[in-house]
């Protein structure tokens, strides 16, 4: 089974500055996807960034980007420039391809915290 | 586009009384639904995947009689919560799926269950 891993339960950003957030994964599948959801005090989940296994090209969305390194099934989080608005629980997810109307497997989550 | 509507987001309920939580994609085809379960600064605990038309596949451990979910049509699935007990109380949250499989699944704002 697919396992995620986040191990940081918590971190912290001074506004302005960047933070990276890690996810570790677990498959031995080749095709499949990686998000990150942010989860904010409302609770509703948005997602924030996605990567397709196949791609070899990091994702990035504006002041969001991540590091795949799939060899070593790795997924990182990086915002830069960060905001009062990023603060929020982050969530990475996996995605097995190939599978119509797969389930999500989320890791535990990060809190981050973002500092005035 | 891809808007999922939950509700209600807050409901308050006498033990022993059943609550009906409502799913709906406003804008597209759902061919499959899922209910997670969420308890404060933890992740999101998949319940059940429900699927237009066909009963409603529960994860070990999930009590498929306490938790009814009805999946009718390509836009709406619901989740009963029979004979309710104060340790149902949580925050549950819906996701659907459909065509826009892979682009990360769309979640409802999700609902807020106490039981007291």
């Known amino acids: 089974a697919q396992t995620v891993t986040q191990s940081q339960p918590e971190m912290s950003v001074q506004e302005a500055e960047t933070v990276t957030l890690s996810c570790t994964y677990d498959t031995s599948e080749s095709d499949y996807y990686l998000f990150w959801y942010k989860q904010p005090p409302s609770r509703q989940m948005i997602l924030v960034i996605r990567?397709?296994?196949?791609?070899?090209q990091n994702a990035t969305e504006n002041r969001f980007s991540v590091n795949f390194q799939k060899a070593a099934k790795s997924f990182s989080l990086k915002i830069s420039d960060s905001q009062l608005g990023d603060a929020a629980m982050y969530f990475c997810?996996?995605?097995?391809?190939?599978?119509?109307?797969?389930?999500?497997?989320f890791g535990q989550g990060t809190i981050l915290t973002v500092h005035p | 586009g891809a808007v999922v509507s939950q509700h209600p987001s807050r409901v308050i309920c006498k033990s022993g009384t059943s609550v009906k939580i409502e799913c709906r994609s406003l804008?597209?085809?759902?061919?499959?639904m899922f209910w997670y379960r969420q308890f404060p600064k933890q992740s999101l605990m998949l319940m059940a995947t429900s699927n237009e038309g066909s009963k409603a596949t529960y994860e070990q451990g999930v009590e498929k009689d306490k938790f009814l979910i009805n999946h009718a049509s390509l836009t709406l699935s619901t989740l009963t919560v029979t004979s309710a007990h104060p340790e149902d109380s949580s925050f549950y949250i819906c996701s659907a799926t459909g065509q826009l499989v892979n682009y990360g699944y769309t979640f409802g704002s999700g609902t807020r269950l106490t039981v007291v």
């Open positions: 804008d597209f085809q759902a061919t499959t």
């Open positions: 997810a996996y995605l097995a391809g190939g599978t119509s109307y797969g389930k999500l497997t």
């Open positions: 990567q397709e296994a196949y791609k070899q």
